[in-house]
């Protein structure tokens, strides 16, 4: 079983649809989890944080982080066609400061006009 | 505030061949990572530095990957000889100390090497 599993899509999705991302994990020592966006031919830059369980949320996007079940989801409201990109989940159990960030594999979304 | 900075963008080479990648980090970035992202999959740690010491580098394949990083700075990573898996994009990233409050990792646009 890999660490961190996430569905790759791609999904397709009309403009102004509501997304969700998920993701799955072995490991309970992770605590923080993030999610970063990754354009095409580029390098992944963070969206979001949480640390341990609940929710967070910043304009159209709400993390949510399910411990117990070792699942956490991204939620994108009024999608966009500037959404359209892989989206990576990310967790490490900061143990220490320098511990290893895992990426899930990413999951492809296209949002079309 | 400049961003990471990586070259070369691209690299095609034949396999038994060498290549070298080069990273600029964030000014005052103390952490550099390098990771290798296969197409369709996530980026996988290569390398952690802290300052010029190497924090990580268990999933580094040693005997055909190198890196270093200099004064603490800039950072280069080697390959030889390259074998076809070796196709990937190279990812430099870099934080500050640890990871600072948000655990963001900065990163260049990446290196993308395909090996024939």
């Known amino acids: 079983q890999k660490e961190v599993e996430q569905d790759p899509g791609p999904l397709s999705v009309p403009e102004g649809a509501i997304v969700s991302l998920n993701c799955t994990y072995s490991n309970s020592a992770f605590q923080y989890f993030m999610w970063y966006r990754q354009y095409s031919r580029k390098g992944p830059e963070l969206l979001m944080y949480?640390?341990?369980?609940g929710n967070k949320e910043d304009g159209r996007f709400t993390a949510q982080v399910d411990k117990s079940s070792k699942y956490i989801s991204l939620f994108i409201r009024d999608s966009q066609p500037s959404d359209s990109a892989t989206y990576l989940c990310?967790?490490?159990?900061?143990?220490?400061?320098?511990?290893?960030?895992?990426f899930g594999p990413g999951t492809s979304l296209s949002v079309i006009p | 505030e400049a961003g990471v900075a990586q070259s070369p963008r691209y690299k095609i080479i034949e396999k038994r061949q060498s290549v070298a990648f080069w990273c600029n980090p964030i000014s005052g970035h103390a952490t550099l990572y390098w990771y290798q992202q296969i197409l369709g999959q996530g980026p996988k740690l290569l390398i952690q530095f802290q300052n010029n010491g190497v924090v990580d580098d268990s999933q580094l394949p040693k005997d055909r990957f190198s890196a270093e990083r200099l004064k603490g700075v800039d950072s280069t990573l080697k390959i030889q000889p390259a074998k076809l898996e070796d196709s990937a994009v190279y990812l430099c990233?870099?934080?500050?100390?640890?990871?600072?409050?948000?655990?963001?990792?900065?990163f260049g646009e990446g290196s993308r090497l395909t090996v024939l």
């Open positions: 949480t640390y341990s369980s």
């Open positions: 990233a870099s934080s500050p100390a640890g990871r600072g409050v948000s655990g963001e990792l900065f």
């Open positions: 990310a967790m490490t159990s900061l143990k220490t400061s320098y511990d290893k960030v895992i």
